[in-house]
């Protein structure tokens, strides 16, 4: 006789006095409880499709009967302001035209000579030359003469004046 094995049936008395179960829970009814389960939750998920294609014919059925003379026909446009129809596709769609705007060369009016430049371009360009500022302004501080040396609190190394928190446009 193995280890496992009980010579007899506990008693009441050495079951209330064991502390622990003296016997293994069955996992056949469990087990079934678990197909049932599955079972009704796929009849359910069935049911709920059937109803829903039923829904679906039916509406589109109601739509038809209701403006026969538009078969094929489109409806026209509301005025707007309209809703959007696909949202998160029009925020894709801004997103690469303005990458497209910021990326790539192009004409704005050719007869003036004016071109769109890419971002990186234009900031190189704006590295070289400096910015535009006022001379001689009353409320430009006095431009330092240019210098090939590093920048100083008077002025920058091409001559332009300092740019401060208020220039920036940083409110105090």
Not at 64 to 72: D, Q, S
Not at 123 to 144: F, T
Request: aromatic share 6%; proline share 11%; no cysteine.
């Amino acid at each position: 006789m193995s280890a496992h094995e009980h010579p007899h049936a506990p008693t009441a008395d050495e079951r209330a006095h064991a502390g622990h179960e003296l016997t293994d829970a069955q996992a056949m009814p469990v087990l079934r409880f678990l197909a049932f389960l599955a079972a009704v939750s796929i009849g359910i998920a069935a049911l709920v499709v059937v109803f829903y294609n039923y829904l679906e014919s039916r509406e589109a059925a109601a739509k038809t009967a209701r403006y026969p003379m538009a078969a094929g026909a489109t409806r026209p446009v509301p005025p707007p302001p309209r809703l959007q129809n696909y949202p998160f596709q029009d925020v894709k769609d801004l997103r690469q035209e303005e990458r497209r705007l910021l990326e790539t060369y192009e004409w704005v009016d050719k007869n003036k000579g004016v071109v769109r430049i890419p971002i990186d371009r234009a900031i190189e360009v704006m590295a070289e030359k400096g910015l535009p500022y006022r001379q001689g302004g009353a409320s430009a501080p006095a431009a330092a003469a240019p210098s090939s040396g590093p920048a100083t609190p008077t002025g920058t190394a091409s001559g332009a004046p300092p740019v401060t928190e208020k220039a920036a446009g940083t409110p105090h």
